[in-house]
């Protein structure tokens, strides 16, 4: 079985700097996801963590430990348009079907 | 343009009534899978398939059904539809890539939202 949890929802000012949580308990590990996701819309690829470290992407990076089943994603200089859903996943098989979190809901405002 | 495809978007259908929701993508992916999205629940996963003719259960398979026969087709059957499958779903497909990072080479369809009465 799997267990991932984050927090459900998170406020943050535009222009500041934002981590979201994500710890997880799974039977076989290959990798995190981080996806972002609008409201009515599908959810949109946004990292892959197989090592553990900080991987940077632009605005967001996102980071790993696999010792402690913990990772962040870390927004930098928030927009308004920030504001949607994040997606914490586990590959569990290394087969890159992802298994969901609850997801976080980031309310961004001026 | 990679993309993959879902139809219907909406549906709105009655207790019993078999249907079937359908998958398509047109980027020779082997892996293909299915979500619900419920509120609170997040992304639950109901079936997934690793290539032409093998499918797995995900957590949450009741109710559903799916097939394989090609590879760029998955779709989801509802043979009983019951009103606790009102819900979003979601296709997704996924390329191995040779150096083992899925980046950009994971697509979600556009979402079927069904409503059963």
């Known amino acids: 079985g799997q267990n991932i949890d984050q927090p459900t929802e998170m406020t943050a000012t535009e222009g500041a700097i934002v981590q979201i949580n994500c710890t997880y308990q799974t039977s076989g590990f290959n990798g995190l996801f981080w996806y972002q996701q609008h409201a009515g819309e599908a959810p949109t690829f946004l990292s892959y963590n197989v090592l553990d470290g900080l991987e940077e992407k632009g605005r967001f990076s996102s980071f790993l430990s696999r010792s402690k089943g913990y990772s962040y994603l870390l927004l930098k200089e928030l927009q308004m348009k920030d504001s949607a859903s994040y997606l914490c996943?586990?590959?569990?098989?290394?087969?890159?079907?992802?298994?969901f979190g609850r997801g976080t809901s980031l309310i961004v405002h001026p | 343009e990679a993309q993959v495809t879902q139809n219907p978007r909406y549906l709105i259908t009655v207790t019993g009534k078999k249907l079937t929701v359908t998958c398509s993508q047109n980027m020779n992916h082997e892996y293909m899978s299915w979500y619900r999205q419920d509120p609170g629940l997040g992304l639950r996963q109901i079936y997934y398939s690793m290539n032409v003719e093998v499918t797995d259960k995900g957590d949450v398979p009741e109710g559903y059904k799916v097939s394989r026969k090609e590879k760029r087709n998955f779709p989801l059957i509802l043979e009983s539809p019951s009103p606790n499958q009102t819900s979003l779903y979601f296709c997704a497909s996924t390329s191995v890539v040779l150096a083992g990072d899925p980046t950009d080479t994971q697509y979600f369809g556009p979402g079927t939202r069904l409503t059963v009465l």
């Open positions: 996943a586990v590959d569990r098989g290394g087969s890159y079907i992802p298994t």
